[in-house]
């Protein structure tokens, strides 16, 4: 099952896979909602949390509507998802929940004050998750990208006056990383390959918080 609030997007993503999935919209701020997709999504194994929205403001800067905005969709959307599938995910024997995090949630990033907080709760969230769920058969990480070049990140460096130039600059392998290599990512944390993994943190970064 493919969920998003971007129901044209999510319907063509569908397409292009095939028979095999199944795309539904979603916003993940509203828990009927929420509960509803997972009840028709049937046996559940896997539950990758991706949705996720930025800010470029410092603190002043930052409207208390933008900061809550951030925590509904990178926080409370991430819980109420996994509040929702751990029952079903329990029932099947087990599964796996892979959160999308960020380096924001490790180090500090300018003018991301709201992104940075929310993302260091998915973090707190993951290993709370794991904890509390491995004895039910669930495996609970988290991925914390760096800078992929993506759309979003490219909305984002617009609006915060920067440049994707500056940014590869930065990066030890002197290029962005790509939303496939995001997505091996979670494939090897969804897989038998990362059986005894759970708790932990797979940093995407290119070198980004290794100084």
């Known amino acids: ?35 509803a997709a997972l009840a028709d999504a049937g046996r559940l194994d896997v539950l990758v949390n991706v949705a996720g929205i930025g800010s470029t403001t410092n603190t002043p800067d930052t409207s208390l509507e933008t900061w809550e905005r951030v925590f509904a969709v990178n926080v409370t959307g991430t819980f109420l998802c996994c509040k929702h599938a751990i029952p079903a995910l329990a029932s099947s024997g087990g599964g796996t929940i892979v959160n999308v995090a960020s380096v924001a949630g490790l180090v500090g990033l ?28 669930i495996r609970v990480n988290a991925v914390c990208p760096g800078t992929i070049e993506t759309p979003w990140v490219r909305r984002l460096v617009d609006d915060a006056g920067e440049s994707l130039d500056a940014l590869r600059a930065r990066q030890l ?39």
């Not at 991301?112 to 290993?127: D, H, L, M």
């Not at 002197?174 to 995001?182: A, C, H, K, N, S």
């Not at 997505?183 to 100084?211: K, M, Q, R």
Request: net charge negative; proline share 2%; glycine share 8%.
């Open 1 to 35: 099952m493919l969920a998003d609030v971007d129901a044209a997007a999510v319907e063509a993503l569908a397409a292009e896979l095939g028979a095999a999935a199944t795309p539904t919209y979603l916003d993940v701020r509203d828990e009927d909602a929420v509960a």
């Open 110 to 137: 300018r003018n991301r004050a709201a992104y940075c907080a929310s993302k260091g709760a998915v973090i707190a969230f993951t290993r709370a998750l794991a904890i509390d769920h491995a004895a039910d058969g």
């Open 173 to 211: 392998l002197g290029r962005l990383g790509t939303p496939e290599e995001i997505a091996d990512a979670i494939l090897y944390l969804a897989s038998e390959a990362a059986a005894f993994l759970t708790g932990t943190l797979l940093t995407v970064d290119g070198g980004l918080t290794a100084a």
